[in-house]
């Protein structure tokens, strides 16, 4: 009846209504709608064998279908398909000798027939997890039917015998073996001579990965993780996770064995920075940009995000404004809402060209408001008084540390600060380029005791202010001699325009870090530099040449 409507009413627009309408034993219209507009455009009969057609039309296409997709066939009578084998009809499946295709012929089969019709328990198509399984099995039985071809090599035994010659082996040479035995020996050969399946090699292998890092060319050094139960293993968000100083607190935090997420835009970032830890279980990368809310469940936050050197975050110095601000209000409010403890690296620039000597937190500083610096002096400084309100006003636990000079591996080879700047130049024995008369002051801490002070004051109960440096200070035309010294350089030393509102001295006072969180440097910086020369050294052989930048506004490069 439905369908007769819809026919009816696409057909009053292409026909007149007839004259004559059927009528019931009342001797009225049956379909008073219809009859007021128009009757169908096909009778009844047309329109029932149009259905008959249609259904039959469904029931023998899918036969059709069959017949050319499936070579000749016949139907039994029980509706189940029987196959011929079809000369014409060629299967390429794996060999499972060299992993390459080759043409597939029924007697490979395990009882199949060269030719003819099969019965309809060994030719009824299978499904491709079925034909694995048929697979495995026809090994099984070949392997069951000829050992010979199949036997393990012998393995030989031990030397017990004290006089034998291959009793006493070099230690280092056994320690190899040993080192080899934990990867090669659980996953390609078993005890027993068997080889284990691929799920198992797959587990090992993940339970191997889920325990240390990857060696990469930024970081060839393995760092194994410690397992911590589930009470003392934290999840830890790092912003600006992909930097200088951030991977290396990463490095620091996946050691212990918590669950760290870096959150980075990659601005200055680099992903090499954290490449070795990406395959681990515990360690997670979101590419986000801090001025933008995010959502996550953590129980610490390191706040690190911002470009720190001078070329770079004059860049973009809105921007520069806005992490600093608007990146530490949406941390806090995350902070807020998880109750998680907060740090925020600030900076020794707070200070800005200081007139007290050597600076202790509380200096207020002397900066140009307006200067261009300032993007980063005030930028912090205001991001400090955001964390004490929201301490004071929503009893958010809150750490500052105000961060020197530091240097050490994964510095941005283009950041245009002095130690690089220097070493770059050194090694490409190009001129060593001073900002000035060189006589101003710099403090110079090596990365890994920054990372040891910034751990040590987020796990203390201090929540003040913090200066993280090293007190040995240097002016800046006798650091850049003691780099041409040990680089063995030719470069000359060139003093160019004094840069605007560069500080004429920087020095820490620690007094506050040694009373309150036990820290103080332990690295010197001679011993930190051998290693940041190294490094960059390989940074030149694998980039070929490195521009220094300048002191003017600079985009990061790659």
Not at 227 to 253: E, N
Request: proline content about 7%; glycine content about 6%.
């Amino acid at each position: 009846i439905i369908m007769a409507r819809l026919l009816g009413n696409r057909g009053n627009r292409l026909y007149p209504p007839r004259p004559n309408l059927p009528t019931n034993r009342r001797g009225v219209a049956p379909y008073p709608a219809q009859a007021a507009s128009s009757p169908g455009l096909f009778s009844r009969q047309s329109l029932m064998i149009l259905t008959v057609g249609m259904l039959m039309g469904y029931l023998v296409l899918p036969m059709l279908l069959m017949q050319r997709l499936g070579g000749s066939n016949q139907y039994n009578g029980f509706g189940e398909v029987q196959f011929k084998a079809n000369s014409d009809h060629k299967d390429y499946r794996p060999s499972p000798n060299n992993l390459q295709y080759q043409q597939y012929t029924p007697e490979e089969t395990v009882g199949g027939v060269a030719a003819g019709v099969q019965t309809v328990a060994s030719s009824r198509r299978m499904s491709p997890a079925k034909e694995v399984v048929e697979d495995a099995a026809a090994k099984v039985m070949h392997v069951e039917e000829h050992p010979e071809e199949h036997e393990m090599p012998a393995i030989p035994e031990e030397h017990d015998d004290p006089d034998h010659p291959d009793h006493n082996k070099d230690s280092a040479d056994e320690a190899d073996e040993a080192d080899e035995s934990v990867v090669t020996t659980s996953s390609e050969v078993a005890v027993d001579g068997s080889t284990p399946s691929p799920l198992k090699r797959i587990m090992e292998d993940q339970d191997i990965l889920g325990r240390q890092s990857l060696p990469t060319s930024t970081t060839p050094k393995v760092m194994f993780t410690n397992k911590l139960p589930d009470s003392t293993r934290m999840k830890i968000l790092v912003t600006g996770g992909a930097g200088f100083v951030g991977s290396h607190l990463v490095d620091k935090l996946m050691m212990e064995g918590h669950e760290v997420i870096v959150v980075d835009n990659f601005f200055t970032g680099q992903k090499k920075n954290i490449a070795h830890w990406l395959q681990h279980p515990n360690f997670s990368v979101i590419v986000h940009d801090v001025t933008e809310p995010i959502q996550l469940e953590v129980d610490q936050i390191y706040h690190l995000a911002c470009p720190a050197s001078p070329p770079h975050y004059q860049y973009n110095p809105v921007k520069t404004i806005k992490t600093s601000t608007m990146g530490t209000l949406n941390m806090l409010g995350l902070a807020k809402r998880v109750r998680a403890r907060m740090l925020l690296t600030s900076t020794s620039e707070i200070y800005g060209d200081p007139q007290e000597h050597p600076q202790k937190e509380s200096y207020w500083g002397n900066v140009n408001t307006i200067g261009p610096r300032s993007c980063y002096d005030e930028g912090k400084r205001v991001a400090e008084t955001m964390m004490y309100s929201y301490r004071n006003q929503n009893k958010v636990d809150v750490r500052v540390a105000r961060i020197f000079n530091t240097f050490g591996p994964r510095m941005h080879p283009n950041d245009g600060r002095v130690v690089s700047n220097f070493i770059i130049q050194a090694l490409q024995n190009k001129n060593l380029t001073i900002y000035g008369e060189g006589k101003q002051t710099r403090s110079f801490q090596y990365v890994s005791d920054l990372v040891d002070g910034l751990h040590k004051l987020m796990n203390g109960n201090y929540d003040l202010p913090v200066n993280l440096g090293n007190p040995d200070e240097y002016s800046v035309g006798n650091f850049a001699e003691q780099i041409k010294e040990m680089t063995k350089s030719s470069s000359k030393i060139v003093k160019l325009e004094k840069s605007q509102d560069d500080p004429s001295q920087r020095k820490p006072d620690i007094t506050t870090a040694k009373r309150e969180i036990n820290w103080q440097p332990q690295v010197t910086v001679k011993d930190g530099l051998i290693k940041t020369i190294a490094y960059f050294q390989s940074v030149l052989d694998e980039s070929g040449e490195i521009k220094p930048t300048g002191p003017g506004a600079a985009k990061p490069e790659a």
